[in-house]
């Protein structure tokens, strides 16, 4: 089992930024895919990014390219997404998820979440 934690997220500006942490206890990362969720009103589940164990490839929905990045640091356990130049529509809840792999767009385990609001 493994245990993730969000933290930070909040309220920006349009044009800002935020990051946000994910903690993770259980076991260690270091052979996990690392992913972050967002979840808007109304909306289904969207996969935002993803850091592979394998060669750290990390890959980006087209609607965050450019925009967001996710890092990982295996000693600490963590993971991270910097959300830059943020825009109305990157309001949601934000999810950490981590798996072996993905599996039909999804990974196994998820944190509770947190809420990202930007303002126009």
């Known amino acids: 089992q493994v245990q993730l934690v969000e933290s930070g997220g909040g309220l920006a500006q349009a044009g800002g930024s935020l990051s946000l942490s994910c903690a993770a206890s259980?076991?260690?990362?270091?052979?996990?895919?690392m992913g972050w969720f967002r979840r808007a009103p109304g909306k289904e589940p969207e996969f935002v990014a993803r850091s592979s164990w394998i060669g750290g490839t990390t890959w980006y929905a087209d609607s965050v390219k450019g925009r967001f990045a996710i890092s990982r640091d295996n000693a600490k356990n963590s993971a991270y997404l910097q959300m830059n130049n943020l825009k109305p529509e990157d309001t949601a809840v934000y999810y950490c998820?981590?798996?072996?792999?993905?599996?039909?767009?999804?990974?196994?385990?998820w944190g509770q979440g947190l809420q990202v609001t930007v303002s126009s």
């Open positions: 998820a981590a798996g072996p792999q993905v599996v039909a767009g999804n990974l196994t385990y």
């Open positions: 259980g076991r260690t990362i270091r052979s996990l895919v």
